[in-house]
Nanobody, 126 residues
Framework: QVQLVESGGGSVQTGDSLRLSCTAS????????MGWFRQAPGREREFVAV????????YYANSVKGRFTISGDNAKNTVYLQMSSLKPEDTAVYYC???????????????????WGQGTQVTVSS
């Protein structure tokens, strides 16, 4: 099992920045990728960004590209999401997730991730 703990959420104004963190513990040795998803009220959970440990590559949803940066430290089993130029439409619960299995490129669907954090609320007001 893998446990994930997120932190760093909060309430900010449009244009502000926030940094989310997520640390994995437990059976982390076979983790292939760590990513972030988000879920706004009344909407389905959607992919935000992912970093693949085996290739060291990062991928982003179009809606956050250029504003969000995912980074991580595989040795510390920690991933970060630096969010800048935040907009009200970024308001959501943000979830960290771990994918155990390798895939060419990346996986943007939640069903491809085996472990999830409890989520952290990000609220952006205008």
């Amino acid at each position: 099992q893998v446990q994930l703990v997120e932190s760093g959420g909060g309430s900010v104004q449009t244009g502000d920045s926030l940094r989310l963190s997520c640390t994995a513990s437990g059976r982390t040795f076979s983790n292939n990728a760590m990513g972030w998803f988000r879920q706004a009220p009344g909407r389905e959970r959607e992919f935000v960004a992912v970093i693949t440990w085996t290739e060291g590559r990062t991928y982003y949803a179009n809606s956050v590209k250029g504003r969000f940066t995912i980074s991580g430290d595989n040795a510390k089993n920690t991933v970060y999401l630096q969010m800048s130029s935040l907009k009200p439409e970024d308001t959501a619960v943000y979830y960290c997730a771990v994918r155990r299995y390798y895939t060419s490129g990346y996986c943007a669907h939640e069903s491809g991730y085996q472990y999830w954090g409890q989520g952290t609320q990000v609220t952006v007001s205008s």
